[in-house]
C-alpha cells in the first residue's frame, strides 16, 4: 500500500513537472491524431511490444529529433513499427518534452487499438502492426485555410514566391519568408530525399489551389507538411483542439495577439529546464506504462462562431491481426 501510494505521488510529481515546463510552450498543442479500428488484449505479447516501443521513442528524444524503430515478436501478430519526428528547429529538451505529451496522449485518445498517431505543433509520433516506415504517404490528413485577404496581389505574389522557395530547398526541413509572409515545411525523417520532395511540392500545391487567397494555410499530408502565413489577418496555430487530455484542463487560456502565428511555429522555442531530462529518466517506464491505455474525456462542444478544430483521422481497418495480439 506504501509503495503504491509513494509510486502514485511520483506520477503526480512528474506530470506536474512536466505540465509547468511546457505551459507557456506551444509546441505541445494539439492538431490531430487518429487510431486504427483493431484492438488488442491488454496483458497480450503485442501490448508488451507497444509499452517497449513508446519508451524506445521517448528515450531517443533526447539525443535525436527523429528516430524509428521495430519490436518484434515470437509470431508476426507481435511485430509493432513507430517513429517519431520533431520540428526542425527544437532543440533536444524540447523535442523530449513533445514526444513525451505526444506518446501520453496518444494512449489516451488510442486505447487499446493496434495502431495511432498523433501530431502536436513541435513532433509527430505514429505505430501501426503494420509496415509503414519507409512507405510513401501522399494522403491528406489535415487542411486549414484562413480567411481572405481579398484582391492583394502583392501579398499573393510574396506568398507564391516564399512556397516556391520552400519547394526548390533542399532537406526535410525547410523555412523561408520575405516580410510578414512566412512558410515551413517539412518531411518525417524515413522518407528519401526524392520521396520528400515529391511530397513537399504536393503538398504546396494543393496549398496554392485549396486556399487560394486565404492570410494562412495549412496542409498535412501522410508523411510532410506545408503552412504559410501573410499576418494580413489575425491567426494562431493554437485553435482549440478537438482532443484534450486531463492535464490540458488546469492551463491558463493562452493570451492572443503578440506574436504573430508563424513566428510561434517557426520560432526556436525557449530552452526547457534540465527538469525534463531528470523526469525522463527517471519515470519513463512507469508513465507509458499507466498512460498508454488511460481514459480521455470527451472534447467540448465548439461554440457557435468559434473556428472549427481540426479534424481527426481515423483510417479503415485492415485485418493484419488474428487471434493472436489483435482482437
Known amino acids: 500500500m506504501a509503495t503504491t501510494r509513494r509510486r502514485t505521488s511520483f506520477l503526480l510529481l512528474l506530470l506536474a513537472s512536466l505540465f509547468l515546463l511546457s505551459s507557456s510552450s506551444s509546441t505541445d498543442s494539439f492538431l490531430l491524431g487518429g487510431c486504427t479500428q483493431q484492438t488488442y488484449a491488454p496483458d497480450s505479447p503485442y501490448a508488451f511490444n507497444l509499452n517497449s516501443l513508446l519508451t524506445s521513442l521517448v528515450n531517443s528524444a533526447t539525443y535525436s529529433?527523429?528516430?524509428?524503430?521495430?519490436?518484434?515478436?515470437?509470431?508476426?501478430?507481435?511485430?509493432?513499427?513507430?517513429?517519431y519526428q520533431c520540428r526542425g528547429d527544437l532543440s533536444m529538451p524540447d523535442c523530449a518534452a513533445c514526444v513525451i505529451r505526444a506518446v501520453s496522449q496518444v494512449g489516451g485518445l488510442c486505447p487499446q487499438t493496434c495502431g495511432g498517431a498523433l501530431q502536436l505543433e513541435g513532433c509527430y509520433v505514429?505505430?501501426?502492426?503494420?509496415?509503414?516506415?519507409?512507405?510513401?504517404?501522399?494522403?491528406?490528413?489535415?487542411?486549414?485555410?484562413?480567411?481572405?485577404?481579398?484582391?492583394?496581389?502583392?501579398?499573393?505574389?510574396?506568398?507564391?514566391?516564399?512556397?516556391?522557395?520552400?519547394?526548390?530547398?533542399?532537406?526535410?526541413?525547410?523555412?523561408?519568408?520575405?516580410?510578414?509572409?512566412?512558410?515551413?515545411?517539412?518531411?518525417?525523417?524515413?522518407?528519401?530525399?526524392?520521396?520528400?520532395q515529391d511530397c513537399v511540392s504536393e503538398a504546396i500545391g494543393r496549398l496554392r489551389n485549396d486556399c487560394g487567397m486565404a492570410d494562412y494555410g495549412d496542409m498535412f499530408l501522410g508523411k510532410c507538411y506545408a503552412r504559410y502565413s501573410t499576418g494580413k489577418a489575425p491567426s494562431d496555430f493554437e485553435d482549440p483542439?478537438?482532443?484534450?487530455?486531463?492535464?490540458?484542463?488546469?492551463?491558463?487560456?493562452?493570451?492572443?495577439?503578440?506574436?504573430?502565428?508563424?513566428?510561434?511555429?517557426?520560432?526556436?522555442?525557449?530552452?526547457?529546464?534540465?527538469?525534463?531530462?531528470?523526469?525522463?529518466?527517471?519515470?519513463?517506464?512507469?508513465?507509458?506504462?499507466?498512460?498508454?491505455?488511460?481514459?480521455?474525456?470527451?472534447?467540448?462542444?465548439?461554440?457557435?462562431?468559434?473556428?472549427?478544430?481540426?479534424?481527426?483521422?481515423?483510417?479503415?481497418?485492415?485485418?493484419?491481426?488474428?487471434?493472436?495480439?489483435?482482437?
Open 241 to 327: 483542439p478537438d482532443f484534450e487530455d486531463p492535464d490540458e484542463k488546469r492551463r491558463k487560456k493562452k493570451k492572443k495577439g503578440k506574436n504573430s502565428r508563424l513566428a510561434r511555429t517557426i520560432g526556436v522555442s525557449a530552452a526547457v529546464s534540465a527538469a525534463v531530462s531528470t523526469a525522463v529518466s527517471a519515470g519513463v517506464a512507469f508513465l507509458l506504462t499507466t498512460y498508454v491505455t488511460s481514459k480521455r474525456k470527451p472534447p467540448e462542444p465548439v461554440k457557435k462562431g468559434e473556428p472549427q478544430p481540426p479534424e481527426r483521422i481515423t483510417p479503415p481497418q485492415k485485418n493484419i491481426c488474428d487471434c493472436g495480439a489483435c482482437e
Open 65 to 83: 529529433s527523429f528516430n524509428n524503430f521495430t519490436i518484434l515478436g515470437s509470431s508476426p501478430q507481435d511485430v509493432v513499427y513507430g517513429l
Open 126 to 196: 505514429k505505430y501501426d502492426n503494420v509496415m509503414f516506415l519507409g512507405v510513401e504517404d501522399r494522403s491528406v490528413v489535415l487542411k486549414k485555410c484562413g480567411p481572405s485577404v481579398g484582391y492583394e496581389p502583392e501579398t499573393m505574389s510574396r506568398r507564391d514566391a516564399v512556397l516556391a522557395g520552400l519547394a526548390s530547398a533542399a532537406g526535410p526541413y525547410r523555412v523561408g519568408g520575405t516580410g510578414e509572409v512566412q512558410g515551413v515545411a517539412q518531411c518525417v525523417g524515413d522518407l528519401t530525399l526524392g520521396q520528400c
